[in-house]
């Protein structure tokens, strides 16, 4: 073999030792294509070999068409694949592997070359898929090295040609290179150890961009403890000059809340408010002109304040980023979006990144706990840039109070001053109509300020969210909950606070209710407070949506009816006039588009403006009646009351006893005809409760209550039923909307209608229509067909029988959730305790000694609930009474 | 070497960048030990070649032969010694052969252990492709780490000078000089046997000597057999006249009209000073070069000296050439002029040498043969040539590009 040649081949298996050492190196993360990934190595520099004196023309081509190849293999592969870095290093990985193979099938020089190089950057992703480096790790990265220093060695002699000379040469030329490796491993490693680069990064060549900006930014930290110290120091001096020791105490508070490390926007807010309402007013002895300078230095100080701490949320945000899985796209985004949030200064705008980040965050694919700290993060953030722009729009709509005439300006400051003074849901609605009643009156600047307060009253109710929303959250804290339900119920109000449109809201509502169920808690006029808020903040951002919407167009009167109507919708206070309402608007709007005064786009956005109006204002609605309806349960409340009178009465116990029943079984009633009955059952009671010995004053109390309980209790299930019909209509309104909206007009002309005649005569027709039968819809047929579930019921529900006694058990089964039929023959019937009770296939029930025992049926596939029955010794009357009292307490 | 090198380095450079920022950004410890490593191979690896570099003590000398003709090998040994204290690994060395072809010229050889105070004979050979003058040299030492990554060079300004004389081919047949009749001056010269063989001088006998040869005279004086030495004495003498002319050296590489021309002349010079003819050289390579006639290999020597560096950086015509030195011109002498077949209109002013018994042997090169090497369009222009009917004209010799050479002398029938 001629010397050049053995030099090739002992190039080809070093190159190939290079890559089998990476390969096992890598081990689990390349195992799928490592096997292809040598058979090809190995077939390429064979085919390399045969063909090594004269290359075939075509294999270049080939190779270029294998590259293009896994080149577009490699960018959809990207494109299609998560983004996470590590799974487009995963791809790359997998992609340079088959351009060794490629390459390898055109291994001669410089193509070798490329491969052994392409192996370097290989290797470096290694530390990727790898944890902590294992002794099998560093021994085939050992081999690596030592394969890379023997490819070096072979290139130097086909390099250079070889001198000819005795045998020596082989030990002279191993020994150094023995001696240089270990040295280099030796130094290496002692530098390692002993110096980390972590310690040149402070500066020297070395030097960091970040570190520059760290000096400024301890500057602008200087500054501000600077600050915080004057406003320390001033403040303190001036409290002990307050009269009252309650106020010294208070304005303490305030200044340790403002003076705060990690503190809450609207705390700080409130402080400072506090702080300076205390050094405006007179008598504390200070001068007016050094009470100003104070008032001016907090002032300074809360702005810096706010500053830092929108850069500190930052940082934290960007850790947050750093230190999980993001993939770089969304990286990029979130990263672009809080810089624009934090030097942005409209108020939509802010709104906008911060729904845009909320989807990113919820879309990408890292954890749920990062999910939530970033939006913990993002909702401090927000709560702070709210603040900042907040006092930024109140001191420029300040200063241009001044350019205003005396009479408005003082008007105007009133405004002004009601809404920054503002605390409470209940007074935002009065607030907000007499902003937009001073914008349509007012002009010129006056009506630039109105409209400046309109955005000032924005910022205010996101203020006043968050912290309704931290009341909750503070109010939550003082139940009895365990850790996780608390963070649950704490997160789901989060949820609704972060919810960006209606739906979301609704949803987010519903499962928060369902936990506040559930656990029993007290919440309702902080949730009803909160939900206000946010309900009006939704619909203020529609509104403002849907007039800029409406503002495109040239309207006839500038688009006054539909404004006109818009604020009517937002009135109405039952939903099928909502419903009605905002379908005449909706047709209102399709007939300008037909005059041509708007645009099909903007037809489109308006209609969709006021389906979310409609949603907006029918959730408003519907949790108005919820909470009444919570009022109406007060009527539990009324029955305990009840209880409570009556135990004072001097009656027999048994007496009592069926009083008391009486408002328990009242209260369960689910029919208005159950509640007659119960009515006039419970005044027949009464009536009888005169003739023994019971004080006059007391029966009026006794029938007082009474009726309110039935009052409630009817209000409370009138609600429930048509609960239960709109439920029902918005289900049908999603296949036969015109069905839907039918019923709904009927409904509503029943609801509004005060006279009896007219609510009939609207009752039958809605019942004849209803009765009618639907035209044919295969579609719909066909649905029915499909369905095949079969439910079965067993009542009663539970059995005590007397050992020796048989009952019967009644069936009711319903097919397709739709056909119901009662005692069907053909049931499988199952005992737990056949030693106990027997049941045959008639349903009847043997009991053959005493315990208890679960009865089941079966049929078609469907299972019943599991009926208890239990066996008892026949017993006297008295004490069969209080078995049932007992198993009536149990269930 | 650089550029063999150069692409490495990068390499690692960059290898060596990466580390360091994937290290000062992360904190895996894979880059760091990496990144050291990468590092402390570069930096031991120059000090290791630094420490040789300054240590040093190499001396380098060069055996080579100081002519060779054209298209041999030259063989070139070349000493090194380690002079100095320590043992020198992985060293390569280089010398600069400026006479091999371009790729060849520089030769490399790696010596992987040179003791201390020891010695090394490298032998290596190139062969010499362009007659002319060449400096060998200088000597390079690189000095290499034991990985090969890295090296330092060393630079021994030592040269050799190398004369690569043209190309000679054998000439057969040769037409008939001009014989002449100048005596050898202050030489009693007498006819003894033929009018070839001149009395050269008288020696000693030695065996195997023709008995009829013996010099009885100088035998009886000296008192022992002496015999008479004869030598073939001539009276020809012939110059050899061309131009190289810049204008019209046609034709590329080696096979252009100045190669041919050189490789004629030097062909001719050597038959005929082989022949002992008394030969002069009259020729203008940018500059007028006279020979002035004389014999012996020194002459020869002297005559490949010079045409083994001859350019074509002539502006002359031949004519303007011939003018110059017609006068000086030997009577009874014979002019072998190497000319193109278009200095053909020249020859009549030559010509008028005859009178004073001057033969004339043209050596044509045909210069379209150089210009359409590929064809045979207009090929030669003999036809048109009018030949002067003289005796002392000899019919011209063409030479074609791509003939060999030796034809057309093989040709004549004598």
């Known amino acids: 073999m001629h010397q050049k040649e053995k030099y090739l081949l002992l190039e080809f298996l070093f190159t190939f030792l290079l890559l089998l050492s990476i390969l096992i190196l890598f081990g689990k993360t390349v195992l799928t294509y490592s096997p292809h990934v040598v058979i090809g190595l190995v077939a390429g520099f064979y085919f390399t070999w045969l063909n090594r004196k004269n290359p075939r023309a075509f294999i270049p081509v080939l190779i270029t068409l294998a590259f293009i190849g896994i080149l577009i293999w490699l960018v959809s592969s990207i494109i299609n694949s998560s983004l996470l870095y590590k799974k487009i290093v995963s791809i790359c990985l997998k992609a340079a592997f088959f351009f060794e193979v490629a390459l390898a099938f055109n291994g001669l020089p410089p193509f070798l070359t490329y491969m052994q190089a392409l192996s370097v950057p290989i290797l470096m992703c290694f530390p990727l898929f790898a944890g902590n480096l294992n002794p099998l790790h560093l021994i085939l990265i050992l081999s690596y090295l030592i394969f890379w220093v023997l490819i070096l060695k072979v290139k130097f002699y086909h390099t250079f040609q070889s001198f000819e000379k005795p045998d020596y040469t082989i030990r002279y030329c191993a020994l150094p290179a023995v001696v240089f490796f270990l040295a280099i491993a030796v130094v290496s490693t002692t530098i390692f150890y002993f110096l980390s680069l972590k310690d040149i990064k402070g500066g020297g060549v070395f030097y960091e961009k970040g570190l520059g900006e760290e000096v400024k930014e301890d500057a602008e930290e200087k500054e501000y403890y600077d600050l915080q110290d004057k406003v320390q120091k001033n403040i303190s001096n001036f409290i002990p000059n307050l009269k009252l020791q309650k106020d010294r105490y208070d304005a303490l508070r305030l200044l340790s809340l403002s003076l705060n490390e990690q503190p809450e926007a609207m705390e700080v807010k409130k402080a400072q408010d506090g702080l300076i309402s205390y050094l ?428 309110s309980m039935v009052t409630n209790h009817l209000v409370f299930i009138k609600e429930k039923a048509l609960s239960a019909l709109r439920k029902k209509i918005e289900e049908l309104n999603k296949f036969n909307a015109q069905q839907a909206s039918m019923i709904n007009e009927y409904l509503r002309r029943i609801i509004e209608n005060a006279s009896q005649e007219e609510i009939k005569k609207n009752l039958d027709s809605l019942q004849e229509y209803v009765q009618r039968k639907p035209p044919a819809d295969k579609e719909r047929d066909k649905k029915v067909k499909e369905d095949g579930s079969w439910q079965i019921y067993i009542l009663p529900p539970y059995l005590i029988a007397p050992v020796g006694s048989s009952r019967a058990l009644k069936t009711i089964v319903i097919y397709n959730k739709l056909f119901i039929k009662e005692d069907v023959p053909g049931l499988e019937w199952h005992s737990s305790g056949p030693d106990i009770a027997t049941v045959d296939d008639a349903g009847v029930v043997r009991m053959l000694s005493k315990g208890g025992a679960l009865i089941k049926a079966r049929y078609k596939g469907g299972e019943s609930q599991e009926v208890e029955v239990i066996g008892v010794d026949r017993m006297d009357e008295q004490t069969n009474d209080i078995v049932k009292k007992e198993i009536n307490l149990a269930h | 070497m650089l550029k063999i090198f150069i692409n490495r380095w990068i390499f690692l450079l960059i290898i060596i960048i990466f580390n360091l920022i994937i290290g000062l950004r992360t904190s895996i410890k894979f880059f760091h030990l990496f990144f050291w490593f990468l590092s402390t191979l570069t930096l031991i690896g120059f000090a290791w070649i630094a420490a040789e570099y300054y240590n040093l003590r190499l001396y380098l000398r060069r055996i080579t032969p100081s002519k060779i003709e054209e298209d041999d090998y030259l063989e070139i040994e070349a000493v090194i010694e380690n002079r100095g204290f320590w043992p020198l690994f992985n060293l390569v060395f280089e010398d600069f052969v400026s006479c091999a072809e371009t790729a060849e010229r520089k030769k490399r050889l790696i010596i992987e252990y040179l003791g201390r105070k020891s010695l090394l004979k490298l032998k290596y050979r190139c062969r010499c492709l362009q007659r002319g003058r060449y400096d060998l040299g200088p000597f390079c030492v690189y000095l290499f780490d034991p990985f090969g990554l890295f090296f330092l060079r060393k630079t021994y300004r030592i040269f050799s000078e190398i004369y690569v004389y043209p190309q000679t081919f054998d000439i057969q047949n040769f037409p008939e000089l001009t014989k002449g009749f100048t005596p050898w001056f202050g030489i009693e010269t007498s006819r003894v046997s033929g009018d070839e063989h001149e009395f050269f001088g008288i020696r000693e006998y030695k065996p195997g000597d023709p008995i009829k040869k013996i010099h009885w005279l100088s035998t009886a004086r000296k008192n022992s057999l002496i015999v008479k030495e004869f030598q073939k004495q001539t009276f020809y003498s012939a110059s050899i006249v061309f131009n190289l002319n810049k204008d019209m050296n046609y034709g590329e590489g080696k096979n252009t009209v100045v190669e041919y021309a050189v490789k004629i002349a030097a062909s001719v010079a050597k038959y005929l000073i082989n022949k002992n003819v008394s030969l002069e050289i009259i020729a203008h390579v940018g500059e007028v070069v006279h020979m002035p006639f004389n014999k012996g290999p020194e002459h020869l020597d002297d005559i490949f000296r010079f045409l083994a560096t001859a350019q074509a950086e002539s502006r002359i015509t031949l004519t303007e050439l011939f003018s110059e030195f017609s006068r000086y011109m030997l009577t009874d002498s014979t002019m072998i002029v190497i000319m193109l077949d278009e200095d053909w209109k020249y020859l009549p002013e030559i010509l008028s040498l005859g009178k004073r018994n001057v033969s004339l042997i043209p050596l044509v090169l045909v210069s379209s043969s150089f210009l359409y090497p590929l064809g045979d369009k207009g090929l030669i222009k003999s036809k048109q040539m009018k030949f002067p009917r003289t005796h002392k004209f000899t019919a011209p010799i063409f030479f074609t590009r791509g003939r060999s050479l030796e034809e057309p002398f093989m040709d004549l029938k004598i």
Do not use: C
């Open chain 1, 280 to 707: 405006g007013s007179p008598g504390h002895g200070l001068e007016k002109k050094d009470a100003e300078i104070i008032t001016s230095q907090l002032k300074d100080y809360i702005d810096k304040k706010i500053l830092i701490n929108l850069k500190r949320i930052k940082g934290d945000a960007i850790d947050v980023l750093k230190k999980n899985e993001f993939n770089i796209m969304s990286r990029v985004s979130i990263l672009r979006r809080i810089n624009a949030m934090q030097f942005s200064n409209s108020y939509p705008e802010v709104n906008k990144h911060e729904k845009d980040l909320q989807n990113i965050i919820n879309n990408s694919l890292t954890g749920k706990d990062v999910k939530r700290k970033f939006a913990q993060l993002l909702r401090r953030f927000k709560d702070w840039k709210v603040l900042e722009m907040y006092r930024r729009k109140l001191n420029f709509m300040n200063t241009q109070l001044e350019t205003l005439e005396a009479q408005s300006k003082q008007k105007m400051k009133d405004l002004l001053s009601e809404i920054d003074s503002i605390e409470k849901a209940a007074l935002i609605k009065d607030l907000e109509a007499k902003t937009e009643k001073m914008e349509a009156d007012e002009a010129g600047e006056a009506k630039k300020i109105a409209e400046g307060a309109k955005t000032l009253l924005d910022l205010k109710l996101e203020m006043l969210l968050s912290e309704e929303a931290k009341r909750i959250k503070a109010k939550l804290k003082n139940f009895i909950l365990t850790e996780n339900k608390r963070q649950e119920l704490e997160e789901q109000v989060e949820d609704i606070e972060d919810s960006k449109d209606i739906r979301e809201t609704a949803e987010k509502y519903l499962q928060y209710e369902t936990a506040i169920k559930e656990n029993n808690l007290d919440l309702k006029k902080e949730t009803s407070d909160f939900l206000k808020i946010k309900i009006k903040i939704l619909s203020r951002t529609e509104k403002e949506s849907f007039k800029g919407a409406l503002k495109e167009n040239i309207l006839p009167d500038n688009g006054k009816e539909i404004l006109d109507q818009l604020r009517e919708l937002e009135a109405v206070e039952t939903s099928e006039k909502l419903i009605y309402d905002a379908e005449r608007l909706k047709e209102n709007v399709d007939r300008f588009l037909e005059q041509g005064f708007i645009s099909k786009n903007s037809q489109k956005e308006l209609a969709d403006r006021i389906q979310n109006l409609k949603d907006i204002f029918s959730f408003k609605i519907a949790l108005g009646q919820n909470l009444r309806r919570q009022e109406a349960d007060k009527s539990s409340d009324q029955a305990a009351l009840w209880k409570e009178m009556i135990e004072n009465l001097s009656l027999k116990r048994e007496r009592k006893e069926l009083l008391k029943r009486l408002a328990d079984e009242l209260l369960k009633t689910e029919t208005i005809f159950q509640v007659e009955d119960f009515k006039v059952m419970g005044q027949r009671e009464i009536q009888a409760l005169s003739q023994e010995s019971v004080k006059k004053e007391q029966i009026k109390k006794i029938e007082e209550i009474f009726n």
